[in-house]
């Protein structure tokens, strides 16, 4: 007697509870066959559902979206190069490689060296900070004010 194929179903993922009931009967020693017959699904899920169950497991904790291009141990060899040197420019490091500096940018911020990054603006103190003209007339002041500070000086920028 032939068996009897389910007819094609349209492709769903199976629910966290079915795919539950299949690896629980497979542990209790139930053939692949009659799971798939007893659940209604065919062969190939279930074997399917069965061996990728342990890579499931394992990818759980893992990030998602693209896969890094380089290993700890690559970024481990880019750390020691550009604190090696520290003259060397973020091209010549980028060069050596097979990544873009971009990648190289940011495996370096990962680890802290900020090397050809833009430095943090650092923090406005008051003895520092001039204040913002409102108008022309404050704006002109202000330059005739840091003039007569200095020695006299003429239109030109010339000491008299």
């Known amino acids: 007697m032939p068996t009897k194929v389910p007819p094609r179903t349209p492709r769903k993922e199976l629910s966290v509870q079915k795919r539950a009931e299949i690896i629980g009967a497979h542990?209790?020693?139930?053939?692949?066959?009659?799971?798939?017959?007893?659940?209604?699904?065919?062969?190939?899920?279930?074997?399917?559902?069965?061996?990728?169950?342990?890579?499931?497991?394992?990818?759980?904790?893992?990030?998602?979206?693209?896969?890094?291009?380089?290993?700890d141990a690559d970024d481990d060899h880019l750390e020691r190069?550009?604190?090696?040197?520290?003259?060397?420019?973020?091209?010549?490091?980028?060069?050596?490689?097979?990544?873009?500096?971009?990648?190289?940018?940011?495996?370096?911020?990962?680890?802290?060296?900020?090397k050809g990054l833009a430095a943090p603006r650092g923090l406005v103190f008051s003895s520092r900070r001039v204040a913002r003209p409102k108008s022309t007339k404050e704006k002109s002041s202000l330059i005739n004010t840091k003039i007569r500070k200095g020695d006299i000086v003429d239109t030109l920028g010339t000491r008299r």
């Open 81 to 114: 190069a550009a604190l090696a040197d520290p003259a060397r420019s973020i091209r010549s490091l980028q060069e050596d490689t097979s990544l873009s500096r971009t990648t190289v940018k940011r495996r370096l911020k990962e680890r802290s060296i900020t």
């Open 27 to 71: 542990k209790a020693g139930v053939s692949r066959r009659e799971i798939a017959r007893k659940f209604d699904l065919p062969r190939s899920t279930v074997g399917d559902t069965i061996r990728l169950q342990s890579a499931r497991v394992e990818n759980r904790s893992q990030r998602r979206g693209r896969p890094r291009k380089t290993t």
